[in-house]
């Protein structure tokens, strides 16, 4: 087997993630199914999910450098263990929310904390690490497209059950698949990746914790891959909560909402996998440029074209290809930046931009709706910052500032 080759542990690893990102990724990708359901249940605003949601996603950037921190430090399958268990209790205490003041806690505090364990930072990072430097983009790129596996698996799965059980029970029935969770975080055992040629530990400098966290923040293209982030999560939360309620408003069946987002995950499969495996290839921050150039220009197209079945699906397809292509991509230059010893927490921070962005994406669609019963101003705000993805990533380079 030649040195560039995925070894045993790190396929059984691959394997793992792949399931526990399918399965945490797929479950939060159906949240957007139980807006119209509980809301019309209790009266809610559509504000009042939106805000859990977005309370959600805030909650799971912001401690997620401190999750990513702990995986560092004690090893990714204790913090992917501890986050399963939250995931189920938050599913269960979702399935009994009657309040907003429920809804708040269940699904943005505890399911926040829950995916900050068991979602992209983390998992991403263990692959990192424990695969060859020229061969971490695609291994990413693998890991990630299991996580679109499980958003195109578990949407007609949900609407399956919400139409059958209701929304209370498929919650529950959610919360055992995140159970499972807990017995697959024992698979993420794969050690980190050396060099044949590397410095033993002894005579290699070691930099700590504090020295790691200087260095980031004094370079400023970190900053601005940040900032890039955030547009993604801005757009891709805006669009996975909103679009099926903007498609009732136009007069389209709930299943015409959940196809879109099946076709999103579907096509992401591809867009994740192609997306490693082309950063292994070509220029990160250059691919990142275009993708969220195009993002723009497939947004500007479905506004523009007459609303049918069919431009629904094409946009879910042309989404699905472009929608978490950049997680391999951002995740690989911060290790390409910075090393993999500290990359979940190095990760993490980047990734609490994405959900600064999911927060306001989430919550100003739902604003927005609220006050003038259309989506139009933050259809609008997504264009605006689709054109600021592409001008921040002129200033990131993959530059080495700390080598493996």
């Not at 389209?252 to 082309?278: E, H, Q, R």
Request: a neutral charge; hydrophobic letters at 55%; glycine letters at 12%.
């Amino acid at each position: 087997m030649t040195d560039t080759q995925f070894s045993k542990p790190l396929i059984y690893m691959l394997i793992g993630s792949a399931i526990i990102l399918a399965l945490s990724l797929g479950i939060r990708h159906g949240f957007g199914l139980y807006l119209v359901p509980m809301s019309d249940e209790f009266g809610w605003g559509h504000n009042v999910f939106s805000l859990a949601i977005a309370m959600q996603n805030l909650i799971w950037g912001a401690v997620q450098p401190i999750t990513g921190a702990f995986a560092d430090k004690y090893g990714s399958k204790i913090v992917v263990a501890v986050g399963g268990l939250l995931y189920a209790l938050g599913l269960l205490m979702m399935a009994f929310s009657s309040t907003g003041l429920m809804l708040n806690l269940s699904a943005g505090l505890i399911l926040g904390l829950a995916l900050s364990a068991t979602s992209f930072p983390v998992l991403l990072s263990a692959v990192g690490r424990a695969a060859h430097p020229e061969k971490r983009s695609l291994a990413m790129g693998i890991a990630s497209a299991a996580g679109s596996f499980g958003q195109f698996i578990m949407l007609p799965s949900t609407l399956l059950l919400l139409q059958n059980i209701g929304w209370s029970a498929a919650l529950m029935v959610s919360a055992i698949l995140a159970a499972l969770i807990i017995p697959l975080a024992w698979m993420l055992k794969a050690p980190m990746y050396s060099a044949p040629s590397a410095q033993s530990p002894e005579n290699k400098p070691s930099l700590g914790f504090k020295d790691i966290l200087i260095i980031a923040k004094n370079h400023k293209p970190f900053w601005f891959l940040a900032l890039g982030f955030l547009v993604c999560g801005f757009q891709v939360v805006f669009i996975g909560i909103h679009l099926p309620g903007y498609l009732i408003d136009h007069g389209f069946s709930a299943a015409t909402g959940t196809i879109f987002l099946a076709l999103v995950g579907l096509f992401n499969i591809f867009g994740t996998y192609g997306a490693g495996w082309l950063g292994g290839k070509f220029s990160k921050p250059h691919l990142l440029m275009w993708l969220y150039g195009l993002r723009g220009i497939a947004i500007i197209a479905f506004l523009m074209l007459p609303l049918s079945a069919w431009t629904i699906y094409a946009f879910g397809a042309i989404m699905g290809l472009l929608w978490l292509s950049t997680v391999p991509l951002t995740n690989g230059i911060v290790a390409n930046m910075f090393g993999v010893k500290y990359l979940s927490m190095l990760s993490g921070i980047v990734f609490f931009t994405h959900q600064v962005g999911s927060f306001f994406g989430g919550w100003l669609g739902g604003l927005n709706h609220d006050m003038t019963g259309n989506y139009n101003m933050v259809w609008a705000l997504s264009l605006v910052l689709s054109i600021l993805g592409v001008l921040v990533h002129f200033f990131v380079t993959e530059e080495h500032v700390i080598h493996d």
